[in-house]
């Protein structure tokens, strides 16, 4: 089974400035998704970015941006020009490719907090 | 596009009452919808993957006669929580992911905060 593992229970970012959470998984898989989902304090789960795993080329999203490093099966996020409204939890989610549900591996999460 | 409606938001009630959480695909058709449980400061845990006009598959550990799961059509998904205990009091989230699956994300609802007192 794949497991998904964010180290970063908690990462502050001062607003304007450049915040990076670390997300890493398991798998013997060579064809999946990868995913970040971002959680505010309202609890709605929020799309921010995707990753399909054959391509080379990072996803960017405005100013959400991942390095896929597939050989070191890492996925990170980068949140550049931090604003107040990021503040959320974050969470990675691995989804195999050959799972016809679409079923979804989640990390624990890392709270990001925006300071002004 | 892509829009997922739970309801309701909240339910409190008493203890041995069975409470119902519907989900809905609003303007997509969703062949699988995702059942999750959330408990604060938590990650989601999936309880189980809901297929149309089949049974539902449990994750281990879930109980299936207690939360029965009903996915009518093709937009509509329904968790039942039966003689809800306050140990059932939690966070619960449903998702959809459209037909076909491929890269496409699975699309959440709002969630229901489950109070049994």
């Known amino acids: 089974a794949q497991t998904v593992t964010q180290s970063q229970p908690e990462m502050s970012v001062q607003e304007a400035e450049t915040v990076t959470l670390s997300c890493t998984y398991d798998?013997?898989?060579?064809?999946?998704?990868l995913f970040w989902y971002k959680q505010p304090p309202s609890r709605q789960m929020i799309l921010v970015i995707r990753?399909?795993?054959?391509?080379?080329q990072n996803a960017t999203e405005n100013r959400f941006s991942v390095n896929f490093q597939k050989a070191a099966k890492s996925f990170s996020l980068k949140i550049s020009d931090s604003q107040l409204g990021d503040a959320a939890m974050y969470f990675c989610a691995y989804r195999s490719a050959s799972d016809s549900w679409g079923k979804l591996q989640f990390g624990a999460g890392t709270q990001v907090v925006v300071t002004p | 596009g892509a829009v997922v409606s739970q309801h309701p938001s909240r339910v409190i009630c008493k203890s041995g009452t069975s409470v119902k959480i519907e989900c809905r695909s609003l303007?997509?058709?969703?062949?699988?919808m995702f059942w999750y449980r959330q408990f604060p400061k938590q990650s989601l845990m999936l309880m189980a993957t809901s297929n149309e006009g089949s049974k539902a598959t449990y994750e281990q550990g879930v109980e299936k006669d207690k939360f029965l799961i009903n996915h009518a059509s093709l937009t509509l998904s329904t968790l039942t929580v039966t003689s809800a205990h306050p140990e059932d009091s939690s966070f619960y989230i449903c998702s959809a992911a459209l037909v076909g699956g491929g890269n496409q994300p699975q699309h959440f609802g709002d969630g229901t905060r489950l109070s049994i007192l």
């Open positions: 990753q399909e795993a054959y391509k080379q």
């Open positions: 303007d997509f058709q969703a062949t699988t």
């Open positions: 798998t013997s898989e060579s064809d999946y998704y």
